[in-house]
């Protein structure tokens, strides 16, 4: 499992809208906590971005605590394509988040079979349900929402994935 999740990280950190991001996984949870009380099958992965000097790059408002605001709008700042308005996108940058994950991982298909004798099931699993879809769509990315039938859950509090590994 922590091989797969490397391998996808390294992958990850040159994918197009990640390279200025320097994504990096983190292990959190019940496996580096010690209280894992069964085989591990999952692996919950926090994904801080950028280095601590450019995570400076954005502040917050006392009028507005629940966005980021970027200290300069400039064509350099690391999060540029995530920024409009002078705030953070966070709807944007989880669903390009996502959506990049899913799609490493359908192209890892082959890596994963030959380096670890697993197999990865696609399924068909989207992202968002039909209705949600239609407004994913609508939007391009800009705005999305996610309902109780949707397949993925999101936090507005950090940014991340479980991998779910069954045997
Ligand atoms: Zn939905």
Same mark, same amino acid.
């Given at each position: 499992m922590l091989l797969t999740c490397k391998e996808l990280e390294k992958r990850l950190i040159k994918s197009d809208s990640f390279v200025p991001l320097k994504p990096r996984f983190v292990l959190i949870g019940s496996i580096p906590e010690g209280?894992?009380?069964?085989? #591990?099958t999952e692996l919950d992965l926090t994904c801080p971005l950028l280095t601590e000097t450019e995570q400076h790059d954005f502040y917050v408002r006392h009028d507005d605590p629940f966005n980021l605001y970027a200290n300069n709008n400039n $064509? $350099?700042?690391?999060a540029k394509e995530f920024i409009e308005h002078g705030k953070l996108n966070y709807e944007k940058l989880f669903v390009v988040f996502m959506t990049t994950l899913k799609k490493l991982l359908f192209e890892m298909k082959d890596w994963i079979e030959t380096n670890t004798n697993k197999r990865l %099931?696609?399924? %068909? #699993?989207?992202?968002?349900?039909e209705k949600c879809q239609l407004i994913a769509n609508r939007y391009k990315g800009l705005y999305y929402q996610h309902c109780k039938n949707c397949k993925f859950s999101v936090t507005h509090t950090k940014m991340g994935a479980c991998l779910i590994f069954t045997c």
């Open positions: 209280t894992r009380l069964k085989p #591990a $064509d $350099d700042h690391p %099931s696609t399924g %068909s #699993a989207e992202m968002f349900c």
